[in-house]
Every structure is written in structure tokens, then in C-alpha cells.
């Protein structure tokens, strides 16, 4: 860096190293004898009253905050960067974000760094070592590390879809409405040596108590002011509407009143540009963003799509290995049904056969009773006895030989059986063999199927700031126009948050029950006292009254 360089030098360096064009919102500060200060662009940057000791530090932070960060920051980059800031903030505490908030937010810092929920990846402990959630929220409830992952994480996966600038725009979203964001608050006493302190912010001047940082005693909106001034450590704030006192104060040193007066400049500046058409650099900035916008989104459809065609080549080559398998079963006892068939035919055979020739045996048999049944009548004894013994044979012999034509009817009938089951057996044998041949086609067809579903493609997937002024006019001729802008803006906001509203109460009901009350802190208590009222940070905001020139009196 050259001495030369002047502040605006600097900062421009700063703000092309970074490719950044929304330049209006940020600035180079530094801390001087524990009062913070930011970098004069007009002024040489050796100049500055920076410390003496090597090397000087300076912070690129965001100096002024936009009213909605959704309509107002363009870029990527300024997005990211407030991003990381308010979210430091909110983890150091100079933000006061409540219990259910926090977990929502930590949600969508998750989503903006590892992308959609996996349960395959993202498992059990996977947020163990990322600090999401202030140390005051983690205190306040019995609540186990592996709780919070829990909740974070039910959370987390209803964010699928939204890329990390997406995610990283909701979460400014929740926390521009948070009490505390955008304010830099400044230790202040009144006429009667009362301590106050006093708000600057995107919307105007507010005083607060030093004990109740989130609800203002009193607001001066930036369309009600009509002059800020100091002289010596004496700040003196006149309001638009003449009926109504000016409003005057002491700071503890010059050099804070110097900073107030920059950053009432700032903002009031902002304030009134906002409600002004854009300027021709704002619109091409504007432009390109939607340009670039539409093509990530047409990007991010087409990987959608590659993801989805890849998932569903996936499923069905599982689908076929899952067929594949039934099918290898399947001819596996279709095969062994086979052989049973084959033994049982075989078995019936061989015991036909024995029936047949049983049956030609007694056949045989049977004949030959008959033969000697003749010979016998031939040779008959002449003798009665010799007649009645051989009547009595002969008797005998005919009821044999009707017996064994008995057996050998029913040994006739069983080889006839036994034919037809075998005849049976053969058919069930045939019938097997079939239905083994289908089976091996079809896992032929399937393997064929399955190598060709298997091989997919590899490829898929400005402010003038005059360190000597000690005034500054805030002139604008429509300010009553301005003042029903913001009324009406007002009104849509709120009715915007009252769904996301909702899905915090849902949280704050499921988790209260493990609050430890004594843990809660000052800034607690105030949050559920207004809460419980309905206030929020748009419907807090108390006017000064015009009251026949009355001092207003805090």
C-alpha cells in the first residue's frame, strides 16, 4: 500500500479483490482507544488516528444494513458477506436472537453448507463440531447435544432444494426482524443527566433504556427528522414537525458524536434512495442478476434432472437384481421338483413291473390248477370215498383256483393303477421340464436387461461525509408520502411472518418444558414480556407526540 493512498483507495482494492459492486452498505473499521471508528474515504489512510503498532488491522464489515435484504442486495457476494456478519453476531450474542429462532437459523446455516439432507451422509453426530447456536440458548434449557442436532436437523431436512444463497437469504430473512439487528447502540445522557442509550439504524433514531435493549422508549423515523447536529459533545435532534421539541443529548466523547453523525448521514441517505427509482447502475446490476439467477436455476434443473434419471436407472437395475434372484429361486425348486418327479416315475415303474409279472406268475399258477383238476376228474377212484375224497378235492382245487383268478384280477387291476400313475408322473415330469425351460429364457432375457441398463452414461451428472460539518438537513418534499409508504410496508411485512411465526411458537411449546427459568437473562425476560403482548420489532416503535411544544421527556 502506497502512503498516498487515500481511505477510498483502500477500500476499493478491497471491494475489487472480492468482486463487489454493492459497495454502499460496507466499510474498513478499526478500534482507536476502545471507541470504534471506519476508514474516511476522502482521507489519507496514514492520517487516520489508527494505532501505532504493525501491522494496523483493518475489518471489511457491513456499515449500514438494508431495511429488506430480500429487495435491496443484489449480489451473491453481498448476501454471503452480511450473512456471515449477522450470523457472528447472533453467536456472540450482540444480537439478541430467542431460543426457537436460534434452532431455525442454525437450520438454514446448515442447509448453506452442506447442501440437502442425506440420511445416508448425514448421520447421527454429523453437527457435533459446528457451532449453530449461542452458548446463552444452550444453557437456558436440559437439553443434550445430540437434542439440539435433533431438532436442527428436523428442520434441516424441509430445506431440501434450496441452494446455499437461497438458504443463506432465508436466514437474513428471520433475522432483520430480530430486535437488535442493524442497531449500534451509544451510551447517551439527557438534560437531567439520566443515562439512556441511542439506536441507529435503518429506520431512524431510537432511544432505549440502558437495561432494555429491544424495546425503544422513543423513535425518530428518518422521514420525521428534519436536522442532526452537535456541537462540543451536545447532539441535538430536530424533528420534522416543528410543534414538537427538539430532542437533545450529551455523548461520553467528540469522536462518538462524529460517528453518530456518519452513520445518521448514511442511513438517512439509504432511507430516502430506497424509496427513489433505482439508478442506472442499480437496474444493471439488477438486470444481470436475474440473468444469472435464471441460469442457475436452469442449471440447477438440469442436474435435478440427471439426479432423478440416475435414481431411477438405479432403482430399476435393483428392481431387476431383485428379479433376477426370484427367478434363480424359483428354477432352483423348479429343478428339484423335477428330479423328485423323476425318482417317484421311476419308483412306480419298477414296481409295475414287479405287479405284471406277479400277475403272469399266478395266471401260471392258476392253470395249472386247472390241469390238475382235470386229471384228476380223469383218474377218479371208483370207490365212494375215493369219490368223496376227490370231490372234496376237487372242491378245493375250484376254490383255489377261483381264489387265485381273484388275486390275479386284483393284481391285473393294481399293474393297471400303477400304469396310469406312472402315465401321470411322466406328465408332471414333462410339465417341470417346461416350465425349467421358461425360467432359464426368462433370466437369459433378464441378465440381457440388466448388463444394458447397468452401463449408463459416465457424463451424467455515496455518502459525502465533511469530517467538519456540524449539521446536516434532511430535506425531502414528500415526506408524508413517504410516512404512508411506510406504514402500508409495514402492514404486508407482518402479514408475511405470520406463518413462520407460527412454526416458532410450535418449537418454543415443544421446548419449554425443559427451560431452566433461573438461567434466564435480562434480555429473555424482555423478549417473552413483549411477545406475550404481541409486540415485535415493527409495532414497538413510539413516536414523539406534538403537545404545544412540550419537551419531550424520557
Known amino acids: 500500500m502506497s502512503v498516498k493512498w487515500k481511505g477510498k483507495d483502500l477500500f476499493d482494492l478491497v471491494c475489487r479483490t472480492l468482486g463487489l459492486r454493492e459497495t454502499w452498505f460496507f466499510g474498513l473499521q478499526y478500534t482507536i482507544k476502545d471507541t470504534v471508528a471506519w476508514l474516511k474515504m476522502d482521507k489519507k489512510v496514514l492520517d487516520h488516528d489508527v494505532p501505532t503498532e504493525e501491522p494496523v488491522t483493518f475489518h471489511f464489515l457491513a456499515k449500514f444494513y438494508p431495511e429488506n435484504a430480500e429487495e435491496e442486495l443484489v449480489q451473491e457476494i453481498t448476501q454471503h458477506l452480511f450473512f456471515l456478519q449477522v450470523k457472528k453476531q447472533i453467536l456472540d450474542e450482540k444480537i439478541y436472537c430467542p431460543p426457537e429462532a436460534s434452532v431455525l437459523l442454525a437450520s438454514y446455516a446448515v442447509q448453506a453448507k452442506y447442501g440437502d439432507y442425506d440420511p445416508n451422509v448425514h448421520k447421527r453426530g454429523f453437527l457435533a463440531q459446528e457451532e449453530l447456536l449461542p452458548k446463552r440458548v444452550i444453557n437456558l ?32 430473512k428471520i ?76 455523548s461520553s466523547k467528540l469522536r462518538v458524536n462524529k460517528l453518530i453523525l456518519q452513520l445518521c448521514i448514511g442511513n438517512h441517505d439509504l432511507f430516502m434512495r430506497r424509496r427513489k427509482a433505482d439508478s442506472l447502475e442499480v437496474q444493471q446490476m439488477k438486470a444481470q442478476a436475474r440473468e444469472e439467477k435464471a441460469r442457475k436455476q436452469m442449471e440447477r434443473q438440469r442436474l435435478a434432472r440427471e439426479k432423478q434419471m440416475r435414481e431411477e436407472a438405479e432403482r430399476t437395475r435393483d428392481e431387476l437384481e431383485r428379479r433376477l434372484m426370484q427367478l434363480k429361486e424359483e428354477a432352483t425348486m423348479a429343478n428339484e421338483a423335477l428330479m423328485r418327479s423323476e425318482e417317484t416315475a421311476d419308483l412306480l415303474a419298477e414296481k409295475a413291473q414287479i405287479t405284471e409279472e406277479e400277475a403272469k406268475l399266478l395266471a401260471q399258477k392258476a392253470a395249472e390248477a386247472e390241469q390238475e383238476m382235470q386229471r384228476i376228474k380223469a383218474t377218479a377212484i371208483r370207490t365212494e370215498e375215493e369219490k368223496r375224497l376227490m370231490e372234496q378235492k376237487v372242491l378245493e382245487a375250484e376254490m383255489l383256483a377261483l381264489k387265485m383268478a381273484e388275486e390275479s384280477e386284483r393284481r391285473a387291476k393294481e399293474a393297471d393303477q400303477l400304469k396310469q400313475d406312472l402315465q401321470e408322473a411322466r406328465e408332471s415330469e ?14 437369459s432375457y433378464t441378465q440381457s436387461m440388466n448388463s444394458s441398463t447397468t452401463a449408463l452414461p459416465t457424463d451424467l451428472p455515496s455518502f459525502n461525509l465533511i469530517s467538519e460539518s456540524l449539521s446536516f438537513d434532511f430535506k425531502d418534499t414528500d415526506m408524508k408520502r413517504l410516512s ?22 410450535e418449537l418454543k411449546t415443544e421446548i419449554e418444558a425443559l427451560k431452566l427459568k433461573e438461567r434466564e437473562t435480562a434480555l429473555d425476560i424482555l423478549h417473552n414480556e413483549n411477545a406475550s403482548r404481541g409486540n415485535s420489532k415493527h409495532n414497538t416503535i413510539k413516536k414523539p407526540q406534538a403537545q404545544g411544544r412540550r419537551p419531550i421527556c424520557i
Open 141 to 172: 434449557y436440559q437439553m443434550t447435544p445430540e437434542m439440539w442436532e435433533e431438532r436442527i436437523t428436523a428442520w434441516y431436512a424441509e430445506h431440501r432444494g434450496r441452494a446455499r444463497d437461497e438458504a443463506e437469504m432465508e436466514y437474513l
Open 430 to 443: 414333462r410339465r417341470a421340464k417346461q416350465k425349467l425351460l421358461e425360467i432359464t429364457s426368462k433370466s
Open 484 to 505: 404512508m409508504e411506510i406504514e402500508k410496508e409495514k402492514v404486508e411485512y407482518m402479514e408475511k411472518s405470520k406463518h413462520l411465526q407460527e412454526q416458532l411458537n
Open 175 to 250: 433475522a432483520q426482524d430480530l430486535e437488535m439487528y442493524g442497531v449500534n447502540y451509544f451510551a447517551i445522557r439527557n438534560k437531567k443527566g439520566t443515562e439512556l442509550l441511542l439506536g441507529v439504524d435503518a429506520l431512524g433514531l431510537h432511544i432505549y433504556d440502558p437495561d432494555n435493549r429491544l424495546t425503544p422508549k422513543i423513535s425518530f423515523p428518518w422521514n420525521e427528522i428534519r436536522n442532526i447536529s452537535y456541537s462540543d459533545k451536545e447532539f441535538t435532534i430536530k424533528p420534522l414537525d416543528k410543534k414538537i421539541d427538539v430532542f437533545k443529548f450529551n
